[in-house]
């Protein structure tokens, strides 16, 4: 079964659905850390999980990367 979280990016403020197995979900409520439990998860989405920023923020803040 597939779980989906809305979670809100701290710093545009989008909400941004993340969908992953239940297992997954599970291991991470368990303390596995994101980057092990979510394997079906994309890199953005599992930093979304860990910073509350998304993808695109994350890269203008860190990266200098101007969208």
Do not use: N
């Amino acid at each position: 079964m597939l779980v989906e979280v809305a979670t809100t990016c701290t710093q545009c403020e989008k909400v941004v659905w993340v969908e992953a197995p239940e297992e997954e979900w599970e291991a991470y409520l368990s303390g596995t850390v994101a980057q092990l439990a979510f394997t079906s998860l994309t890199t953005d989405e599992r930093e979304l999980l860990i910073s509350h920023i998304c993808g695109t923020c994350f890269d203008k803040l860190f990266l200098g990367v101007v969208a």
